[in-house]
């Protein structure tokens, strides 16, 4: 067997499950390990002593002969906006510091049933609005790859805390990228389900109809076995051949102003892919970005009618000028007001009509493209850049020029997630400055088991990262 910090989610319930490990054992070795790299940030709160308490109880049923839960005695990670009863969760932002739920968000009561134990609140963007995980209020979080790099957002802790071997997985939340961005500057894998497939209730929102709690881990294997969890999806897990398989490759917009190296990195991938027998159908949908003009508009509409209607659902004591009034980062602090003041808040009439009429656009569009090319999934870099300074949250250099650093990290993924799509990030290779590099699968709404079949196949073409180099020691300056 792995080391114990090794362990995915599926090898870890296994060993669990033959007694080849007790839980408390399990569990005990990654609170160790977040105590020794406590300077990534990773988590904003580790709840050790009702950890081991479930693991106990995981070890007793076992030694009663109990049939034991598909993820019984493997700990996770559960982001800070996502709610669990009896746990803090303040979303990273002051205003809802205190707040302790009294009751499980569908996602943490599925995963709970199933045996899985929450060892702690992975930190996040603050209020998830954003890229960088840079936040004023509970602290930056640190790439493990590189300590001075960010881990990417909004679900950079448990991109941070997985890819770091801090836990087997965990579960993060996606807007317009926020478990795949991270995945792929920390160098994990991550799944954006298709909108509405798990449930986003009782998780502090940006946006009703964008919003999406998905799993992150290391492996395909991990991404399929928790969301057969939370799905209850049925039948056996079978990878598909890559032979005869139809991937769009849409060079227009997702391939254009890549960093070199992940243009590079990205296309030796393809090449991998071409070898197996995989076609690669060079067509681009037409007009994307402008058919994703309905993002905005959406994002910042939204999210003051979905996080007051939270707080009353959740019982928190806090109002939603509460939160405006509170928010810590400044460029969190920029939306709210913008998001509350009536002299720049989206019109009603304008989101009907970036709901009405432009998103049923966009989702056609993806349609029309699917059926047109006989395709299965597009596949294209996850990011156009890797993993850039902590800090630089205005702005970030891309081929010589300064870009805007939350619309260029979300440049590919945005579209897919306007449209609902189901989203996968697999990580496909290291810069020469030892950075991660994602590719990214988008499939059509409802493709979700397909996509991760693909995956899964996918993966094994790929070199294997290296787990990132770890010093168990507190780094000043870094």
Excluded at 287 to 294: E, G
Aim: hydrophobic letters at 40%.
């Amino acid at each position: 067997m792995a080391e114990l910090h090794e362990l995915g989610v599926a090898a870890a319930a296994k060993a669990v499950r033959e007694g080849e490990v007790t839980a408390e054992h399990l569990v005990e070795t990654f609170i160790d390990r977040n105590t020794a790299y406590t300077y990534l940030n990773a988590f904003v709160s580790i709840d050790a002593e009702a950890a081991l308490g479930v693991a106990r109880a995981v070890d007793q049923a076992r030694g009663r002969g109990q049939t034991l839960g598909p993820l019984a005695g493997v700990p996770v990670g559960m982001k800070d906006n996502i709610d669990v009863a009896g746990q803090e969760c303040s979303a990273g932002t002051p205003g809802l510091s205190g707040h302790r739920p009294k009751k499980d968000a569908p996602v943490a009561a599925a995963l709970r049933d199933a045996g899985a134990i929450f060892l702690g609140r992975t930190g996040m963007h603050e209020l998830a609005f954003g890229i960088t995980n840079n936040n004023s209020f509970s602290g930056a979080i640190r790439n493990p790859y590189d300590l001075l790099m960010i881990p990417g957002g909004s679900s950079g802790g448990a991109g941070a805390s997985c890819a770091a071997r801090l836990t087997p997985g965990g579960i993060g939340t996606d807007t317009g990228g926020s478990v795949r961005v991270p995945a792929a500057l920390c160098g994990i894998t991550s799944m954006r389900p298709t909108a509405g497939r798990w449930s986003a209730s009782r998780i502090v929102p940006i946006s009703s109809t964008r919003d999406t709690p998905g799993p992150m881990a290391r492996c395909v294997t991990d991404l399929e076995l928790m969301d057969r969890v939370v799905t209850g999806s049925r039948g056996e897990f079978v990878e598909r051949p890559l032979a005869g398989l139809r991937l769009g490759v849409p060079r227009g917009y997702f391939w254009e102003d890549l960093d070199p190296e992940t243009e590079r990195i990205c296309q030796d991938a393809l090449n991998l892919l071409k070898a197996a027998g995989v076609s690669l159908i060079e067509a681009d949908i037409p007009d994307i970005a402008a058919l994703n003009a309905a993002a905005s508009i959406i994002a910042f509409y939204e999210p003051g009618r979905d996080i007051a209607a939270y707080l009353k659902e959740s019982g928190a004591s806090a109002h939603f000028s509460d939160i405006v009034e509170k928010a810590a980062s400044p460029d969190v602090q920029g939306i709210m007001r913008l998001i509350s003041d009536p002299a720049s808040m989206v019109p009603e009439a304008h989101y009907r009509e970036a709901m009405d009429v432009h998103r049923p656009r966009l989702i056609r569009a993806y349609r029309d493209h699917f059926a047109a090319h006989g395709i299965d999934a597009l596949v294209f870099p996850t990011t156009p850049l890797p993993a850039r300074p902590i800090g630089e949250d205005v702005d970030v250099e891309l081929n010589g020029r300064r870009v805007p650093t939350f619309s260029t990290f979300i440049r590919n993924t945005d579209p897919g997630s306007v449209a609902g799509l189901p989203g996968i990030n697999l990580p496909v290779g290291l810069t020469g400055q030892g950075l991660p590099i994602g590719l990214a699968l988008d499939g059509l709404p409802g493709t979700d088991r397909a996509l991760l079949s693909i995956a899964a196949s996918m993966e094994a073409l790929f070199p294997m990262l290296p787990a990132p180099v770890l010093k168990a020691a507190i780094i000043e300056h870094a």
